[in-house]
């Protein structure tokens, strides 16, 4: 396999998963965001990436989501299941039941705790994923989150697994990002998980799309930035680059958890967030009244939305 073999691009939402204020996983409104995104106009969405919190999941649930994502698609968009975890038998498990109920692939972040000894660990966790699943795998780098960065000549080695075709990079570092991008264009898809940060600038260099949250708050636009990168019109894409970055600016303040801040910008917006599950904590004031008058000042069709 390769970047040939699968036909992933555009934007393609991590998208949050809905709990209901007891914690339990609210089903309609999963399936509803689903339909949100078909119309938003996205190619795919990845289930339990790090906005669907699979942390505070157990493996059966996850499953779930994968399922139900697949049933709600019915093929018209791509799904990708988060199957990264710790112990490469979990993410194997996960990998094969993905394919098994009709996942297009996997996206698979590096393990995050231990810190691992060497590169070669971490080559050697996503070998094994590779020989036991046939299975494309979208490798996920977060170093914001994850103490295990893959730098540039980790991805190189990456890039030369068999079933490894594409990656997510959430580098924040543009260098690092870039370098990595031109050491392995010619062998995996690259998405940015920087939609927001510099979406314009890595589109405009090649890359195939965007795998990110930022969608679940943003909406529609973020397709209509996606599309003004890939056209080439350079004032509409600067404009809304500049919305995104204000927007995530604003999602972050004041210490906010990036993921409570998209669940509760999607609920100003009558989309179906949801509220997280523990130990994350959903917004109470005076945050909430920021997000929502930074979104308001943004151009977003809010509505009041009490503490909860």
């Given at each position: ?5 699968v036909?992933w691009?555009?934007v393609m ?7 209901d204020?007891d914690?339990k996983l ?10 949100f995104?078909i ?16 942390w505070a999941q ?10 139900l ?6 093929g ?8 990264g975890?710790?112990r490469p ?12 109920v ?6 698979i ?10 590169a ?36 190189d ?6 079933h490894?075709?594409a990656?997510?990079d ?20 690259y998405f940015?998980?920087?939609?927001s940060?510099?979406g ?5 260099h090649?890359?195939v ?5 930022a ?34 600016d ?5 210490h ?6 998209i ?6 917006q ?8 523990p ?8 945050d909430i009244s ?5 979104m308001?000042r ?7 939305l009490?503490?909860?």
């Open positions: 396999m390769d970047r040939s073999s036909d691009h555009g939402p991590a998208i949050v998963t809905p709990f204020r914690g609210n089903e309609e409104a999963f399936c509803r965001l689903i339909e995104n119309d938003w106009g996205v190619t795919g969405i990845v289930v339990t990436g790090c906005s669907g919190e699979p157990t493996f059966d649930e996850r499953k779930h989501l994968f399922k994502a697949v049933d709600t698609a019915k018209r968009i791509k799904v990708l299941a988060g199957t975890d710790i038998s979990d993410v194997i498990d996960m990998s094969r039941y993905a394919q098994e009709g996942c297009d692939g996997s996206m972040v590096a393990p995050y705790f231990p810190r691992l000894h060497s070669d660990d971490l080559v050697c966790h996503y070998q094994a994923i590779s020989d036991a699943v046939d299975l494309p795998i979208m490798a996920y780098n977060v170093p914001a989150y994850n103490k295990n960065t893959m730098t540039p000549e980790i991805i080695r990456l890039a030369d697994i068999e490894v075709v990656i997510k959430s580098a924040t570092d543009w260098g690092d990002f870039y370098r990595a991008f031109e050491l392995t264009r010619d062998r995996i898809l940015t998980g920087q939609l940060l510099y314009l600038a890595a589109i405009e090649g890359v799309g965007a795998v990110s949250g969608p679940n708050i943003w909406g529609a636009e973020s397709v209509e930035f996606y599309d003004a990168c890939v056209k080439g019109d350079k004032e509409k894409a600067l404009r809304l680059q500049k919305k995104a970055v204000d927007l995530w604003i999602a972050l303040a004041n906010r958890n990036l993921y409570p801040s669940k509760a910008g999607m609920n100003l009558g989309l179906p967030g949801g509220y997280p599950r130990p994350l904590r959903p917004l109470g004031e005076p920021e997000l929502r008058n930074g308001a943004l151009g977003f069709d809010v509505m009041q009490a503490a909860a």
